[in-house]
Structures are given as C-alpha cells and as structure tokens.
C-alpha cells in the first residue's frame, strides 16, 4: 500500500468524522490537524482507533508526539512504513 | 556523565506485584525488577553512581525528567518542580511507563527491561462467565488490601466516601481488613444548609456500620481556592480531572486538618468508571463537557484505561498534604480488562459486577440510588464543581492558559505535545551528553 492510498483513507475519515466543510480551502493534508484545531484531544483517540482498525497498526506513544504524526501526510507515511514493514511488497 | 538530582519528593508507592507488596523504592538502596507490577509505583534508586529508574506499566505513578541548564539530568514525580529546578517545560518527558532502567554509568548501553501492561484482549468472548471474573476482583483486592493492612498495621485508613458503588465497596474491604476506619465525605456549602444525595447516604452509611463520620464541606471560594494547586498536582489541564482534583483538594485539606498525627491512608474508589466505561458526556446550560471518543465499548474501555498515565487527579492533591493514598482497585485491571464486550455495553454492568463482588455487603439503598458523579453534583443540586467552575468563568481554555502559565510556557499549543492521546510525552533518559 502506497502512504498516497493510506492518506486518501486518512483524509476521508478526518472530513468525515471531523466535520471538515468540503468549502474549507484551508485545510489539506499538510495542515497540521491538531495545531489548526481540526482534531481535539478526543478526536486523536478516535483517529489513532481507525488507524488501527483499518490497517491493523498500533502506533508507539513516542510517534504520537513526533512532528510527522501531525499531518495527513504524515500520518500516512508512518502508517505506509508500518503496513509495508509488516508486509511486504 | 551527568549527575542526577532529585527534586522534590517522590509519590507513595503502593505496587503490587501479585503475591506483596511494593512500598519502597527511595532515593537509595536496591530495587527488584519485578515481572509483574499493578497499582502505583516509580522510584529512582541510585546506589554510588548507579542509578535505576522504574515505573509501573500504568503509569498511576508519575516519574519525569529534564535537563536543567547546570546539565544535571533531574527527576521529579512534577514538572513544575523540574521548571523551578531550571528545565524546560517544553524538554521535560515522562519516564516511560511499564519499564525499568539501568542508567550506564560508563558510556555503554543502558539496561532496560519491559513490565508487561495489561491489555485488553482482542475479543475475550463470551466464554468466561462474569460470575468468575467478579470473584478474582474480590480475591485481589482483598489480597492488596490485606497486605496493606500487615504493612500498615497501625494506620488510621480515611475512606473516600460518595456513597456511589465503587468508593461503597472500598468502606467495605476497609471494614474487613483495617481497625480504625473513618469515612470522608464531600459536599459543597450550600446558602440554605441542605446537603447532598451524597452526603446524606455517606452518612447514612457511616451510622449503619458505626464508623466515625468525617465531613468536608466546603464553600464556592474554598473549592475554587485550589485551583493551582490541583493544575500543578494532577499535571493536568483537562476539565474533567481539574474538577476531580478540585474536590480531592478540599478532601485532603479536610482529612489532614482533622488527623492529628500517626500512620495514616487514605483509600478511594477511582477506576472502575475507566474499567466499566461508565462515563458519559455532561450538558450544562446546551454545552457539552467531558465527551468521550466515539468508539466500541472495549475500545473505549482500553483508551480509558491507557488514559489512566495522564491523570493524577487523587495521588497528586493527596500527596501535597502529604496523606498517601491507595486506589484499591488498581490491581484488579487484568481482571476487568477480561470482561466481555457485550457486558460493556450493558446498561446495568456496574451494578451487576458490583452485586456479584460485594453482594449484600453493600447496601440495597446504595444499589438502588441514582448515579450520580462528584464533578456534576446530585439530582437535586444540578451544578457541583463543574457548574462552579463555570459560572466563575473557569472554563477548558482558561484551565490551559492557567496551567501553562504555572510551568512558563508561553505557546500554549506546546500542551497538546505534552499530554496527547491519553500519554504524557515520554522517552527513557540517558547519563551520556549528547556529542
């Protein structure tokens, strides 16, 4: 799986779940999401939950506070490198 | 090398490794690397230039460090006391929980062990029958408590009492294994005299099993007076622990004003709320407060239960008046992480598991009597410490902007890198300077 595909999933659990306005020029996938208020304290849980549910990666505590995790892109690239960690392409 | 500095005093300890006890874990002297660790325990133990740092897989006990700008590696179980000790806020990280460390004093690797955490399996199932589960709750608790009560033999135990369910069942093991039990109560002064649901059921309480009965009543300005002090103790600027902490301060305040002296616990009844899910969203005035991730019951249960690191709402006010304090139920969290999904989400689960580890030792009135939540009030007061807070316009954004204001921080978006998720911001020290 390509971090493109894993953000394309990403960003469509965060307009969807996050209520992001399809009008929000603003946001993109290299807005930082908890700085720009888009996810809240309850939100990251939530996202860390699909994370895990939709590709079946558990994410370190010390990821969690890392400048990557902030973004969609970001995100997706921890994820990619977890999923293809695990499996191999 | 650096050296390492110790600022403060470190919380109580009160682990359990299953079979005893662990108490110590001082600034000296050896510690055992336990295979199993629950309930509340970090030390720094430092024997000539060695060092070993452990922490529970929980994380009930809190353990940071920092560098300070003399470049001594500084520990404290607060972070405010490494920013007075000179380290920066936005620096400072937690020990990681569920480990113990060696620190290498010659340069080499440092020895790290993994304590295993408890988890939630991924689907317990149905096979387990809860009646079994309810029995190992009570078996462990009434071991930890009894092991206390050898290590404690002569300590007069304070029981935090609600007159709720679980800090009932507390009075109860504290009954069993203790001789000189007092029991707490809260409750907000109120202009007509009248008091709460809770207060009039503790007290109903005490009178039935003739324990001596310890009131705690505090007006608006007391309870608000402690706002520093709980943004500093619990390490916290969320709504929901701020105002637990709140009414722990007053509890304290209350408990050691009345002791006069000699051994002394103090016993609550915090975590089955995380271990049941038994929480829910509050609105006052068409807000909402204290929402909860939108997840399945057993995830929400592991998120809860792994948010425990980043809550310090009873041992940190307790602490501050130097009162110990036991949350009893700590050891039990394996067993409550066994329970099935499909009893989560029962709308009755807190009773049933409670009836089935207590049985008639609890009350019917306490069983058949409304929830109610410490931070919210009772049914006919409506407000209690989150309506308090409000209407003194001490609202989530004000608790942040206090709380970074108490550790020097200036952007207030550094928060969100330090509690995230649940976890404080954490990664295991080294002696070693950086090259």
């Known amino acids: 799986m390509t971090a493109a595909e894993v953000a394309?999933?990403?960003?469509?659990?965060?307009?969807?779940?996050f209520r992001v306005a399809p009008s929000d020029t603003r946001f993109s996938r290299s807005e930082p999401l908890f700085d720009s208020g888009y996810v809240d304290s309850v939100g990251v849980v939530e996202l860390l939950a699909f994370l895990d549910?939709?590709?079946?990666?558990?994410?370190?505590d010390e990821v969690l506070m890392s400048p990557e995790f902030s973004t969609i892109d970001g995100i997706a690239a921890i994820v990619g490198r977890l999923v293809n960690g695990k499996q191999p392409t | 090398m650096r050296q390492v500095r110790v600022v403060g005093k470190l919380d109580c300890n009160f682990g359990w490794t299953g079979t005893e006890l662990l108490l110590g874990?001082?600034?000296?002297?050896?510690v055992q690397m336990p295979g199993t660790l629950r309930g509340a325990y970090a030390c720094v133990s430092s024997s000539g230039a060695a060092h070993r740092l452990v922490r529970d897989p929980l994380g009930l006990a809190k353990l940071f460090w920092g560098i300070n700008a003399e470049g001594e590696l500084c520990f404290s179980a607060r972070p405010w006391r490494l920013v007075e000790a000179g380290c920066l806020f936005t620096e400072i990280q937690a020990?990681?929980?569920g480990i113990a460390i060696d620190l290498s004093t010659n340069g080499g690797p440092d020895q790290a062990q993994e304590i295993a955490a408890p988890r939630r399996a991924p689907d317990p199932g149905p096979g387990r029958p809860i009646e079994d589960i309810?029995?190992?709750?009570?078996t462990t608790v009434d071991r930890y408590c009894a092991a206390l009560a050898a290590a404690h033999p002569d300590a007069r135990v304070f029981v935090c009492l609600s007159g709720g369910l679980d800090s009932t069942g507390v009075a109860v093991l504290a009954r069993s294994h203790f001789r000189d039990v007092v029991v707490v109560s809260f409750d907000l002064k109120r202009p007509d005299g009248s008091t709460s649901a809770d207060r009039r059921t503790a007290a109903r309480l005490a009178s039935d099993w003739r324990l001596p009965f310890l009131e705690v009543t505090?007006?608006?300005?007391?309870?608000?007076?402690?706002?520093?002090?709980?943004?500093r103790e619990a390490i916290d600027w969320r709504d929901f622990n701020i105002h637990a902490a709140l009414v722990n301060i007053a509890l304290a305040s209350g408990i050691a004003g009345a002791h006069s002296g000699g051994p002394v616990l103090v016993l609550t009844g915090d975590f089955p709320n995380e271990y049941l899910v038994d929480y829910h969203a509050e609105v006052v005035g068409g807000k909402t407060y204290y929402a909860l991730p939108r997840l399945s019951p057993g995830a929400l249960q592991s998120t809860l239960v792994r948010g425990l690191e980043t809550s310090h709402r009873e041992i940190g006010p307790f602490q501050k008046w130097r009162l110990p304090v036991v949350q009893v139920y700590a050891p039990a969290v394996d067993q409550y992480l066994a329970l099935p999904e499909s009893f989560l989400g029962?709308?009755?689960?807190k009773?049933?598991?409670?009836?089935?580890?207590?049985?008639?030792?609890?009350?019917?009135?306490?069983y058949s009597r409304p929830k109610t939540r410490a931070q919210v009030g009772d049914t006919d007061s409506g407000a209690g410490v989150l309506g308090l807070c409000l209407k003194h316009g001490i609202d989530s954004p004000q608790l942040r902007r206090r709380f970074a204001d108490l550790h020097g921080v200036d952007d207030l978006s550094a928060l969100d890198r330090f509690i995230r998720a649940g976890r404080y911001r954490a990664s295991p020290p080294h002696l070693r300077r950086a090259p």
């Open chain 1, 8 to 17: 394309e999933r990403v960003e469509r659990f965060v307009r969807t779940q």
């Open chain 1, 53 to 60: 549910q939709e590709f079946s990666v558990h994410l370190a």
């Open chain 2, 25 to 30: 874990g001082g600034r000296t002297g050896p």
């Open chain 2, 95 to 97: 020990v990681p929980p």
């Open chain 2, 134 to 138: 309810a029995r190992e709750i009570r």
């Open chain 2, 218 to 231: 505090s007006s608006e300005e007391e309870v608000l007076s402690g706002l520093d002090v709980a943004l």
């Open chain 2, 346 to 349: 029962e709308p009755q689960r």
């Open chain 2, 351 to 366: 009773e049933r598991l409670t009836q089935l580890i207590f049985g008639d030792g609890i009350p019917e009135y306490v």
